[in-house]
């Protein structure tokens, strides 16, 4: 299928095809996952609570009845999370595609921390996807596989360099967020990086949502129930807003177009809105050297480096 004829509606057959998606009890996350259902993947829902998470697979099923969905439990802001989650996808079969998409959107007004003792937003936005990313490079690997990291519009337009990664002096709720997006972003791209030098099967490519708002979304039992209120104030917002379902269109096909390759950037055609299509990440998110920085301090607050040596091997095991 050519990036010419993309239809957002009409996704590839998707049979067969395995993907994790974080953050799948709302939003993007939600939609991106009954999208990929709905071609007919397999698609393993995570979330933090386990009612919100049956609440969404329920509304997945309502929409595509046939949709072969399981559901996990998965923290991003809590490392031991990450590893128990990634241990249960490892014991089954390979992975073809890892959407990352959890996170904080509206940061906490003071900063806060984890129990592993990272600032949150940080922690749920960036440094637990580096984790589960280096955690699942194995099925990833031996699926041929994608990795897909959510970005942010904002990093364009606020070039906040993440040299205190965790915020510990200056801390506001709109730098913990656009900063954790820089980061996200740029670790995106030094994955490509890095997966490509080491001759890894694994593409990694960052897809932002443009301007997607919940009250410009269909209402959906469990999953999106905003406010009368809510309604009358986003749809005020409609020019240079859209639906959280067309948002996820981005980060859809970063995820399975053929097409689609490592180190790209997807968003909306008119940058808030609008169909997916090649797009140019702000200046910030590609400064290599911020990225290796950040990459370095992930390494070691997660204590642990990507296994890129054996990954390498489970493609040469698995040539024909």
């Not at 057959?13 to 998606?21: A, E, I, M, S």
């Not at 595609?97 to 749920?124: K, M, S, W, Y």
């Not at 980061?183 to 890894?200: H, I, K, P, Q, W």
């Amino acid at each position: 299928m050519s990036r010419d004829d993309w239809d957002p509606e009409r996704l590839p057959d998707l049979n067969g095809r395995r993907y994790l998606v974080t953050g799948s009890t709302a939003g993007l996350g939600f939609f991106s996952s009954l999208q990929l259902a709905g071609a007919g993947a397999h698609v393993i829902m995570t979330g933090r609570n386990p009612n919100r998470l049956a609440a969404a697979r329920a509304a997945v099923l309502r929409g595509a009845k046939d949709a072969d969905v399981t559901t996990l439990l998965l923290d991003t802001s809590n490392l031991g999370s990450v590893r128990a989650a990634a241990a249960t996808v490892r014991g089954r079969a390979g992975l073809h595609g890892l959407l990352l998409n959890a996170g904080i959107v509206h940061p906490p007004r003071h900063r806060q921390t984890t129990a592993d003792g990272h600032e949150v937003v940080f922690a749920t936005n960036a440094l637990g996807h580096y984790a589960l990313a280096g955690e699942l490079l194995l099925p990833l690997a031996a699926g041929r596989g994608r990795m897909v990291w959510v970005g942010s519009m904002s990093t364009s337009m606020w070039a906040y360099d993440p040299i205190d990664p965790e915020l510990e002096n200056g801390y506001t709720p709109w730098r913990a967020y656009v900063q954790s997006k820089v980061a996200t972003t740029a670790l995106g791209f030094e994955a490509d990086r890095r997966l490509r030098a080491a001759s890894v099967p694994i593409a990694s490519l960052v897809a932002h949502p443009g301007y997607s708002i919940s009250g410009r979304t269909r209402g959906i039992l469990g999953v999106n129930e905003p406010s009368r209120l809510q309604r009358f104030g986003d749809n005020l917002q409609a020019p240079i807003t859209q639906s959280k379902e067309r948002g996820a269109w981005s980060l859809v096909r970063a995820l399975v177009d053929p097409d689609a390759d490592g180190g790209q950037f997807w968003g909306p055609s008119r940058i808030v809105s609008g169909a997916p299509k090649l797009s140019t990440a702000g200046r910030i998110t590609r400064d290599e050297e911020i990225a290796a920085r950040l990459w370095n301090y992930c390494e070691h607050a997660v204590g642990a480096p990507w296994p890129y040596l054996k990954a390498a091997k489970t493609r040469r095991a698995r040539r024909p």
